[in-house]
T-cell receptor, first 114, second 112 residues
């Protein structure tokens, strides 16, 4: 099976712009979670989607949003970019529906905000 | 709020030495996962532990889940340069579907 794929791998944006990141889960996986990784804060949970519905959300401002399509692919959007949004954005997919899920991560999208 | 404290944060050792990484919390987790991450890449799953007291072995790596499911440890025997990387523990809480709580990570450097 192909792993989790994320596009693009690298992005450079300027403050105030918006960005959309894409994630394709492992075939058959219906849950997609997004995380932000920074040197100072580590890996922090953004949100999780299952069957096109957001089931869980982390403590991030409303500028961070996401969606999931019927084929389980997911996108996340960050509007009005700030310098502090520079990070590695990771998505992870899992096949189960409960808290014992094992999550499999993609390679991430490295976002740099100038 | 569930938190995971991982220690040590940095570890630099010589090839052949043994080491242990700890992951502690005051909260109970339904399961706990260990990942290894290379620079610029996503975390790669090493193991998932579910049952309190569980011990799993993966070649030279031994993982243990505490009896109360609040802590875990990763022990590496005879470390090799290929073990170099960032080791992360992550817990799944009851009811927190799709959400993993991560420790801050342990950066391991194994010198030849």
């Amino acid at each position: 099976k192909a792993g989790v794929t994320q596009t693009p791998r690298y992005l450079i944006k300027t403050r105030g712009q918006q960005v959309t990141l894409s994630c394709s889960p492992i075939s058959g996986h219906r849950s997609v979670s997004w995380y932000q990784q920074t040197p100072g804060q580590g890996l922090q949970f953004l949100f999780e989607y299952f069957s096109e519905t957001q089931r869980n959300k982390g403590n991030f401002p409303g500028r961070f949003s996401g969606r999931q399509f019927s084929n389980s692919r997911s996108e996340m959007n960050v509007s009005t970019l700030e310098l502090g949004d520079s990070a590695l954005y990771l998505c992870a997919s899992s096949s189960l529906t409960g808290p014992l899920d094992t999550q499999y991560f993609g390679p991430g999208t490295r976002l740099t905000v100038l | 709020t569930q938190l995971l404290e991982q220690s040590p944060q940095f570890l630099s050792i010589q090839e052949g030495e043994n080491l242990t990484v700890y992951c502690n919390s005051s909260s109970v987790f339904s399961s706990l996962q260990w990942y290894r991450q290379e620079p610029g890449e996503g975390p790669v799953l090493l193991v998932t532990v579910v049952t309190g007291g569980e011990v799993k072995k993966l070649k030279r790596l031994t993982f243990q889940f505490g009896d109360a499911r609040k802590d875990s440890s990763l022990h590496i025997t005879a470390a090799q340069p290929g073990d170099t990387g960032l080791y992360l523990c992550a817990g799944s809480g009851s009811g927190n579907t799709g959400k993993l709580i991560f420790g801050q990570g342990t950066t391991l450097q194994v010198k030849p």
